[in-house]
């Protein structure tokens, strides 16, 4: 025998493993394929079962935040007695922050249109706040910016608080 001819028998047998190899694998395609998929489904549904109680807790953190930071709330909270108005300000700006950094994680969990409408709360908040500072002589004090910002919140039609809360609770509602 000579090399040439060990060759083309070494080729042929090579054709003949690689064919009968893709003719088991196209007979067992659909099932392997099959198997993959109820594989996959099963894992979906333990991750879903893993992080449904992690997404519940980030949109009830997200409706504690949201009913924290709105000024009714957060005036009575933070408000003392014959406090000067900067170190109001500073205070609830400080307070906002604070509650915002402490639920950034839950961005991760929840909608992120959801989230967006939440950030633009707290910044729109901080806003108002820095807005009423802005409207009062430099004498005033904490009482009047409560009172500023109280009668701007009874001037707007639907509560932007009250807004966010719903769409919190449409955001979970849509898990179910």
Do not use: C
Request: glycine residues 4%; hydrophobic residues 45%.
């Amino acid at each position: 025998m000579n090399i040439q001819q060990v060759l083309i028998e070494i080729v042929i047998l090579f054709a003949g493993i690689f064919l009968s190899l893709m003719a088991v694998y196209l007979m067992l395609k659909k099932d392997i394929q099959q198997f993959l998929d109820l594989k996959r489904i099963e894992l979906n549904k333990e991750n879903r079962a893993e992080l449904l109680p992690l997404r519940l807790q980030a949109h009830e953190r997200l409706i504690l935040f949201t009913d924290r930071i709105n000024p009714a709330n957060l005036l009575v909270r933070l408000h003392q007695q014959g406090i000067p108005l900067s170190t109001l300000q500073a205070t609830i700006l400080n307070d906002i922050r604070s509650e915002y950094q402490h639920n950034i994680t839950q961005q991760l969990y929840v909608d992120s249109t959801t989230w967006s409408v939440v950030r633009k709360l707290k910044d729109d908040t901080i806003g108002m706040i820095n807005n009423a500072v802005q409207g009062l002589p430099a004498e005033a004090n904490g009482i009047e910016l409560s009172k500023t910002i109280l009668q701007h919140m009874a001037g707007i039609d639907d509560n932007p608080y009250d807004l966010t809360i719903e769409l919190v609770k449409k955001d979970i509602q849509m898990m179910f």
